[in-house]
């Protein structure tokens, strides 16, 4: 069975300081990685996913496979980028069954 | 294009009864999935409908069933409401053609008395 590990709850970052949310996977297959985003009061939306390799918002995740990781990174935080970020993965290219870690909240702080 | 849309946004039950949440998934998309979220916890995949059949489930047990109609919309039901039932559960829906984004809804909140 697959599983994402998020394994911090909260994080706060000052604005313009660099921010990364860890995100490790285990799936013993190749698996599709995804960052969901979900700012306050809205719907949880694709941030991005490590097939179209795009950075996003100035977001970038590398898929580590030795390291089973996904981490995202963003050089300067910015104080939109404040939300609930999820991890997840998809173990069947164009099969949205997405198994979700448990979820880290950014706090920027001005 | 309204997207995802799920109703009822909130609703609150008593411990045994049966409830039925509703999804209309984005426009061009065939298939909808379906998940409930815990308070502090990410989504946890409760079942994928395509066609009008259940095509995955995950670990739930059978109190949880759904429905898909011809237009692609899609039923949750959960029988014998149990406490722990008590979560905000969300819709997705893609097009199964493959390597497409999952759109969800705002969520229909649960609440079990």
């Known amino acids: 069975a697959q599983r994402v590990t998020q394994p911090e709850k909260l994080l706060s970052v000052f604005k313009g300081a660099p921010v990364e949310l860890k995100c490790n996977y285990s799936?013993?297959?190749?698996?599709?990685l995804f960052w969901y985003v979900q700012y306050s009061r809205q719907r949880l939306q694709l941030l991005l996913r490590?097939?179209s390799r795009e950075s996003i918002k100035g977001f970038t995740a590398d898929l580590n496979k030795g390291e089973t990781s996904f981490h995202l990174k963003k050089p300067f935080a910015q104080e939109e980028d404040s939300a609930m970020y999820y991890c997840?993965?998809?173990?069947?290219?164009?099969?949205?069954?997405?198994?979700f870690g448990t979820g880290t909240r950014l706090t920027i702080i001005p | 294009d309204a997207g995802v849309t799920q109703s009822p946004t909130h609703l609150i039950k008593t411990r045994g009864q049966q409830v039925t949440l509703r999804c209309s998934p984005k426009?061009?998309?065939?298939?909808v999935s379906w998940y409930q979220q815990a308070l502090g916890q990410g989504p946890q995949f409760i079942f994928q409908?395509?066609?009008?059949?259940?095509?995955q489930r995950g670990n739930f047990p059978d109190r949880f069933s759904g429905h898909q109609f011809p237009n692609y919309s899609s039923e949750l039901n959960v029988n014998a409401l149990l406490l722990g039932d008590s979560a905000l559960y969300l819709c997705?829906?893609?097009?199964?053609?493959?390597?497409?984004?999952?759109?969800f809804g705002q969520g229909t909140r649960l609440t079990v008395v």
């Open positions: 799936y013993s297959g190749s698996p599709e």
């Open positions: 409908y395509y066609e009008e059949e259940e095509r």
């Open positions: 490590h097939i």
């Open positions: 426009s061009g998309h065939d298939t």
């Open positions: 997705a829906s893609s097009w199964t053609g493959g390597g497409t984004e999952a759109f």
């Open positions: 997840a993965l998809s173990t069947n290219f164009g099969n949205e069954k997405l198994t």
